[in-house]
Each structure stands twice: as structure tokens, then as C-alpha cells.
């Protein structure tokens, strides 16, 4: 079975934003699970100047969590006092514009020296490592990905997009590792039970795949992604049956092939 949803997962997690090299109007800050804008704040050195008007254009209270993913519309003009905040920014803004293009050798330079000014920032580890599993560079976008998970550690989309990337990289094990940890710690976030068993059907543990996959099934059964986990029940069923009509059809031959076993001294074996 292909895995339709996975390739467009991190597609999906991304801010799609497009805009010139000096940007206008309002930057899209995608905020990661358990951070704040009291903390985005310090990260960047800011007094309650800063605080304040981060609180008034998002809405909501300083100390506040975001949830996963969760997008603060911040104008530039309101924070040009702040030259560190309007230069990472503006950074940001830059490589999506860049990525929209299919400029992925540009999105990441500018991605990397924003991440580079703010190594402690989950959002720019997120949206780098993102960024690298789009281009292809998996073994990157898991360390990018690693970094924010680490500062992130209860954000879904973060460890999901970590497992993805660490699955592509070669490293299964780990990946599997992760969304199993996931799903105990998150048992309402049922997607990560799909990509999970869609990974150790991949891997060829078909007995652990489909258990995952009917757990997905039997608390979501209707959708898209109920109908790829049917789909994938089904065919490594098929593919384990067709492994043993195939070693069925090998073992005669195989018997074939034995040589006599000698006589004993009576003549008989």
C-alpha cells in the first residue's frame, strides 16, 4: 500500500505564506505546544514593550499555551523597535516565499540562519526540519526535527513530523519508538496510530502494523485515512499469504533436492 497521507504530512504542518524579500504587513508565527508568548518574548530579548504588543495583536494572554501548531498574525509595523524580532522574521518570511518558488536551496538558507540567531526557538527548529523533509534531506530535517521535539516535547505534529523523518532516514526502529510513545502519551491523537501502523507494515512487522491499524479503525472508522487503513490491513494480509504460497511451492522442490539417506547394514534405512 502506498502511504498516501505521510508525503503530504509536513507539507501540511508547513505555513504556506509567500511574500517579498522585505516583507509588509503581518508575519504568521506557528506556535508549537506548550510555548508561549511570554517566552517568545525573552527568547528574543524583549522588555514588556515587546510582551504587550505580541498580547494585543494575538488576543490572548501572555502565559497562555499554544496548542500545536496554533498561528499569531504579528504586524511588522509593530514591532520594527524590536530589530532582532524583525530580522528573524523577516528571515522566516523570506524562505517561504523561497519554498513556495521550489526554492529549497534559498528557503534553507534563510531557515538556517534564523534558526542559527534562535537555536531555542521550537517553531524555527520545526519549520527548518520541515523544510528539509520536503527537499529530500531527512537525515537533516530528523536532527532539525529532534531539536524542536526537544523543546516541544508533548507537541504531536512535532513528533509526528520527527517519526517521519526518522523513518525516511533509514532509522525505523526509532521512529516506531517515538510515535509508540506518542500514541500512549496521546491516545486521543489517533493519526499517530495510522502513521504508526502504516510504518511497521512498511518494515515489514505486518502482525504489528495491523494491530495498530485496527486500534485507528475501531475508534475512527469512517474517512479517508479509515479507508487507507482498511486498505492496508488488507494488503499486508495478502502479502504475508502470498510469502507462504510461495515457501509451499519452494518446499517439494526443495525435498527433491535432499540426497538418499544411506541403508542401514539390513538394507533398510
Known sequence: MKRPAAAA???AFLIVACGPKRPAGYFVYEGRRGDSLAALSARF????????????????????????GERVAI???????????????????????ARARG??????????AAYAARPDDPS??????????????YGRAAAALGEARER?????????????????????????AALEDLTSARPDFLYGLYVLGDMEIKAGRNAAGRHHLFEYLKRNGDGLVARYAREGIKASAR???????????KAPK???????REAGPGGAE
Do not use: N, S
Request: charged share 35%.
Open 9 to 11: 504530512l509536513l507539507a
Open 45 to 68: 530579548g524583549g522588555d514588556e514593550r515587546l510582551t504587550k504588543i505580541l498580547v494585543r495583536e494575538a488576543g490572548r494572554e501572555a502565559d497562555a499555551p499554544f496548542e500545536a
Open 75 to 97: 504586524p511588522f509595523e509593530k514591532i520594527k523597535k524590536h530589530p532582532d524580532v524583525v530580522e528573524a522574521f523577516a528571515l522566516v518570511h523570506e524562505a517561504r516565499g
Open 103 to 112: 526554492d529549497y536551496a534559498g528557503a534553507l538558507e534563510a531557515l538556517r
Open 124 to 137: 524555527l527548529a520545526f519549520e527548518l526540519g520541515a523544510t528539509y523533509y520536503e527537499a529530500g534531506d
Open 152 to 176: 516541544a516535547p508533548e507537541d504531536e505534529e512535532v513528533i509526528l513530523a520527527f517519526a517521519l523523518a526518522e523513518a525516511e532516514a533509514g532509522d525505523v526502529d526509532g521512529a516506531a
Open 239 to 249: 502479502a504475508e499469504m502470498e510469502a507462504a504460497a510461495r515457501a509451499l511451492e
Open 254 to 260: 526443495e525435498e527433491k533436492t535432499k540426497p538418499a
